[in-house]
């Protein structure tokens, strides 16, 4: 089992930042990929960016060049840094852990972006 507690959500104008964590416990195995998904009302869960053990990252076309995702192997923490912020970025923000074909959950963050 995986342990997946996230902080860093909230509310924020249009244009500003918020960085989110994830910080993972329990039975983790040293490859795995860590990564956000985020799903606003009435829409389904969508991936916005993971990454590797090794550093390799995935974005969704819509965040690239504004949210940087990184992580701490010695933490087993994963970050979600987020500019220039747009209201169509509201959403329930999740934390997703992937290792050994098992797949674990945060309980979410919600973040809200005013206009």
């Known amino acids: 089992q995986v342990q997946l507690v996230e902080s860093g959500g909230g509310l924020v104008q249009a244009g500003g930042s918020l960085r989110l964590s994830c910080a993972a416990s329990?039975?983790?195995?040293?490859?795995?990929?860590m990564g956000w998904y985020r799903q606003a009302p009435g829409k389904q869960r969508d991936v916005v960016a993971t990454i590797t053990t090794g550093g390799t990252t995935n974005y969704a076309d819509s965040v690239k060049g504004r949210f940087t995702i990184s992580r701490d192997n010695a933490k087993n923490t994963v970050y979600l840094q987020m500019n220039s912020l747009k209201p169509e970025d509201t959403a329930v923000y999740y934390c997703n852990f992937y290792s050994r074909s098992y797949e674990y959950w945060g309980q979410g963050t919600q973040v809200t972006v005013s206009s």
């Open positions: 329990g039975n983790i195995f040293s490859l795995n990929v």
